[in-house]
Structures are given as C-alpha cells and as structure tokens.
C-alpha cells in the first residue's frame, strides 16, 4: 500500500528569514502484521469486543463517508446527532427503559455522582441512606456527609451482604443508595434491594452485564469504562420526577436538569466516548440481549469459580458464594501468599495481564467484563491449575 511522507526540505531566504516547504514523495508502507491482543482482566478502563475496535478504526479517519473522523465532527451537527440518538435507543432497548426515565451522558466520572446525587435529590439537613457493602459505597458514603444527614444504613464485611432485615433504614429517607457490584471487593446484589424510599444504584461495574428493571429505580448510574465504552462518560437513567430538585447553590454542570433539558449536550460531551458506547449497545443486542449477555458471563464466572473450589485450598475466594460478582473475581493463595508475586509474573508470559488485586485488597483480581472471551477465561483457568500442580 502507497503512503505519503513529508520531507521538509528549505526553499528560499526572506529578509533574513529561512524559510521551509513540504514536499511530498511515495514510499512503500509493509502492511503491518495482525496486531498482538492479550487478554486484559484489567478492572477499567476494560477490553473492547475486536470488531467494535475494528468498526472504530474504520470510522476514525471517515465516519461513512463524511470525510471526517468521529472525533472532528461537531457535537451540534447532524452527523453527531445521528450518533447519539442511536446509542440512547439502543440502550433503552437493551435495558427496556420506561419512557419516564431520562438517559444522560455525562463527564467527571461516577465519583462525580456521589455529590451530584445528594446536591440534586437532598437538601442539607435530609435523610440519606447508604448501604456499605465495600469500598466504593464507602466513598459514596463519605461524600455524601458533606451534603445531606448520611445514615450509614447497613455496613458489610467486604465479603457478603448482611441481611435486608438487618439494615437500619431510615422512616424518612429520600433516597437509598448501595453499589449494585463492588469492583475492588468482589460482592454482587443479585437482585434490587426492596426498600421504600427511592433506590439509587451504582452500576459502574456490572452495568449492562444482565437485565435490571430500571422501574424498581429512581437513579442507575455507572462509568462507561468497565462493560460498555473506554473512559470518560458517565452514564445516569433517571426518573423524571427526580429532576428539577437542585439546590439553587448546586453548580450548572451538576444539575440534572441542565442536562436533560439540553439532551445531554448543554457543553461539548464526550463524542469518542458516547459514539464507542453505542457500537458496543448494538454489539449487545446482536448478541440476543441482557438476557443471553447474563448467560455467557455466569458460564465464564463459573469456569474460575470452579477452579478456584477445586484448588484443594491453593486458591481462595474471600467472598460469600451466595454474593459473588460475575464481573470481578478477586482470589488468593492464602498458604503461601509470597507466590502471588510470582503467579500475576508468571501469568503476564503468557498474555494474562492486569490480574494484580487492588492496592487496598492485594491478591489477584481477574475482572471478566462482557468484552472477556471465554477463551481468556479458560485460558486463564488452564494456567491457575498448572500453577498450583507445579506449587501446591
């Protein structure tokens, strides 16, 4: 295939000044081989499924012949407009999502959400309710003080979910909010806790992985950057009647109803982002929905669940069997702890990468998104049973 370089070459002097011109000459570019894919257990950013990363490139230098690249297209255009009307349909066809419920596209994070949830839906001196079952609930709980009266509703062992029974909900709650699957821990809710006050869910890292009935929900939200996009949007399905609620000392950008009232484009948003997002909605819905989504993740989660079972105790899973997340899998070899180094070492030769637990955890952590081929799983199950043969 012919490329064309430029080789910068002086034409002339001007005043003192040398000046320059290209000048452009053929050379033969080799076609570069297939490019090396390892498989990425990483928590997030996550694996993209290859013929999204493939439809992207193609799209990169002329989005469908408008001669221009995705990412230069303007966000007021058609082109754009085109873009992220067909990733909010998709999504709502995926999650059937009532007609009630705003779907925004936003910046800053699902961090940004645990202050722009209270700012929005509490005034100071209401009742909040946070259920903690690991690290990032904790995060939200701590945030959440700053805004409103956070009652810590139920704190967990990092390991299981105690009883609903148990939680100390409170009679005038505006809202509750738990994390529906904890990255860093390892702990999934299997199904919406059933409370009375309005239920608020961070889905960041299982959003998209199995069907939720948004209607049991005031509020989902979730990063993009786990299961269905790369980094940089933030994604919230929210109840109309929620909206319109702010504090009036609440900054524009974090004002729901700034960004519903202007379609989720009030500044420029996140194009790359919503644009990947939507190839990977339509990704989902060849594959037969949540519905059949659900059923290819419980078979990979069960391949390293059963592994880790049938170790004879080499390898141990910290979480209540009945809350295991079918996202994150965090394990360790709890006899002899200084082999963990060497596992994630050993396992990196051989294209199994980013499967380091989290600095507040340790261990081993592999995080098996919609993106993860069963054949990483297996791959990774193959060699989590020769590790243990050769040190057990």
């Known amino acids: 295939m012919l490329a064309q370089q430029v080789q910068i070459k002086p034409i002339q002097?001007?005043?003192?000044?040398?000046?320059?011109?290209?000048?452009?000459?053929?050379?033969?570019?080799?076609?570069?081989?297939?490019?090396?894919?390892?498989?990425?257990?990483?928590?997030?950013?996550a694996m993209l499924p290859m013929d999204v990363l493939q439809k992207a490139q193609a799209d990169l230098i002329d989005w469908q012949g408008s001669g221009m690249s995705i990412m230069e297209m303007s966000h007021r255009g058609k082109e754009f407009d085109s873009v992220i009307k067909r990733a909010e349909a998709d999504l709502r066809k995926l999650l059937n999502i009532p007609l009630n419920y705003k779907v925004l596209f936003l910046q800053g994070g699902a961090s940004t959400q645990f202050s722009m949830i209270p700012l929005n839906l509490a005034k100071e001196g209401d009742v909040v309710d946070y259920v903690v079952t690991g690290?990032?609930?904790?995060?939200?709980?701590?945030?959440?003080?700053?805004?409103?009266?956070?009652?810590?509703?139920?704190?967990?062992?990092?390991?299981s979910v105690p009883a609903i029974d148990s939680w100390k909900l409170s009679a005038?709650?505006?809202?509750?909010?738990?994390c529906d699957n904890e990255t860093i821990q390892g702990v999934e809710f299997k199904s919406?806790?059933?409370?009375?006050?309005?239920?608020?869910?961070?889905?960041?890292?299982?959003?998209?992985?199995?069907?939720?009935?948004?209607?049991?929900?005031?509020?989902?939200?979730?990063?993009?950057?786990?299961?269905?996009?790369?980094?940089?949007?933030?994604?919230?399905?929210?109840r109309e009647d929620l909206?319109?609620?702010?504090?009036?000392?609440?900054?524009?950008?974090?004002?729901?109803?700034?960004?519903?009232?202007?379609?989720?484009?009030?500044?420029?948003?996140?194009?790359?982002s919503i644009y990947m997002c939507g190839l990977v909605f339509e990704k989902l819905l060849s594959l037969g929905g949540l519905e059949a989504v659900q059923k290819i993740n419980e078979e990979k989660a069960a391949v390293l669940y059963n592994t880790i079972s049938g170790s004879n105790g080499f390898y141990n899973?910290?979480?209540?069997?009945?809350v295991r997340s079918l996202m994150n899998v965090p394990f360790t070899i709890p006899s002899k702890p200084d082999l963990e180094k060497v596992f994630i070492k050993e396992a990196g030769k051989l294209d199994l990468i980013q499967l380091k637990g989290h600095r507040s955890v340790g261990g081993m952590r592999a995080s098996i998104y919609n993106a993860m081929p069963l054949e990483g799983v297996q791959k990774l199950a193959a060699f989590m049973k020769e590790f243990a043969a050769k040190n057990q």
């Open 172 to 178: 005038d709650a505006k809202y509750v909010h738990y």
């Open 243 to 272: 909206i319109g609620k702010a504090r009036p000392s609440t900054p524009t950008m974090l004002d729901y109803k700034i960004h519903a009232d202007n379609d989720s484009m009030y500044n420029t948003p996140p194009c790359w």
């Open 135 to 159: 690290s990032w609930s904790k995060k939200a709980f701590d945030e959440g003080k700053k805004f409103c009266k956070a009652n810590l509703a139920c704190k967990g062992n990092n390991k």
């Open 13 to 45: 002097r001007n005043a003192g000044v040398r000046m320059i011109a290209p000048t452009v000459r053929k050379s033969v570019k080799v076609c570069a081989a297939q490019p090396k894919r390892v498989y990425n257990f990483s928590a997030g950013p």
């Open 317 to 322: 899973s910290p979480v209540d069997p009945a």
């Open 192 to 238: 919406a806790p059933n409370v009375k006050a309005t239920l608020i869910a961070d889905m960041s890292s299982n959003f998209c992985s199995k069907p939720v009935d948004v209607s049991k929900y005031g509020l989902i939200y979730a990063g993009a950057q786990k299961n269905v996009g790369p980094a940089g949007l933030t994604i919230a399905i929210i």
